[in-house]
T-cell receptor
Framework: DQQVKQNSPSLSVQEGRISILNCDYTNSMFDYFLWYKKYPAEGPTFLIS?????DKNEDGRFTVFLNKSAKHLSLHIVPSQPGDSAVYFCAASAPTIRGKLIFGQGTELSVKP | ETGVTQTPRHLVMGMTNKKSLKCEQH?????MYWYKQSAKKPLELMFV???????ENNSVPSRFSPECPNSSHLFLHLHTLQPEDSALYLCASSKLAENTDTQYFGPGTRLTVL
């Protein structure tokens, strides 16, 4: 039973446009959410996180939105750049399992010039 | 450069070999992790060490044996592996705190078992 799901395996966006990556979760105990970016042959790189006490967190071109009632979070990248092409993973954590991140399957983003 | 290093980056081994993966973190963190990433699957947590004590063993077969001699170093000892163990093995570290759980990953070891 997958508690964190990324239903889109891939996404293609034009350079300069907005990329929106989505993530759904089932466990209402999750209170901390993260996005990671992964290039081939490298480890995941932490991008941005959000606590459940917020509904939005912004860092430069990256914004994460959290909708607790829908158990949904999204990552917006504006404007998208070719260097953003990578696999993006969302992850979640709960107070009872701190230190145990639950990852989604990943979405491969391709930003075309 | 995330402050977490892993060696070797690539490893090919036979099913009867014994090898070890090494991870080192330079971030002053108190928790370290081993993950496995197989093709088309989410990252799977294997082991968690908190202040050198193993706090999680996620039903990992005994042919994988972790060792954490101090809070900066983590090893994964491998013996009599199977071809299906071929995967990317990732090490991560974090500073465990009540309200956050940000983990920083190393570059991984690409393991191929023949």
């Amino acid at each position: 039973d997958q508690q964190v799901k990324q239903n889109s395996p891939s996404l293609s966006v034009q350079e300069g446009r907005i990329s929106i990556l989505n993530c759904d979760y089932t466990n209402s105990m999750f209170d901390y959410f993260l996005w990671y970016k992964k290039y081939p042959a490298e480890g995941p790189t932490f991008l941005i996180s959000i606590s459940s006490i917020k509904d939005k967190n912004e860092d430069g071109r990256f914004t994460v939105f959290l909708n607790k009632s829908a158990k949904h979070l999204s990552l917006h990248i504006v404007p998208s750049q070719p260097g953003d092409s990578a696999v993006y993973f969302c992850a979640a954590s709960a107070p009872t399992i701190r230190g145990k991140l639950i990852f989604g399957q990943g979405t491969e983003l391709s930003v075309k010039p | 450069e995330t402050g977490v290093t892993q060696t070797p980056r690539h490893l090919v081994m036979g099913m009867t070999n014994k090898k070890s993966l090494k991870c080192e973190q330079h971030l002053g963190h108190n928790a370290m992790y081993w993950y496995k990433q197989s093709a088309k699957k989410p990252l799977e947590l294997m082991f968690v060490y908190n202040f050198k004590e193993q706090t999680e063993n996620n039903s990992v077969p005994s042919r994988f044996s972790p060792e954490c001699p101090n809070s900066s170093h983590l090893f994964l000892h491998l013996h009599t592996l199977q071809p299906e163990d071929s995967a990317l093995y990732l090490c991560a570290s974090s500073k465990l705190a009540e309200n956050t759980d940000t983990q920083y990953f190393g570059p991984g070891t690409r393991l191929t078992v023949l």
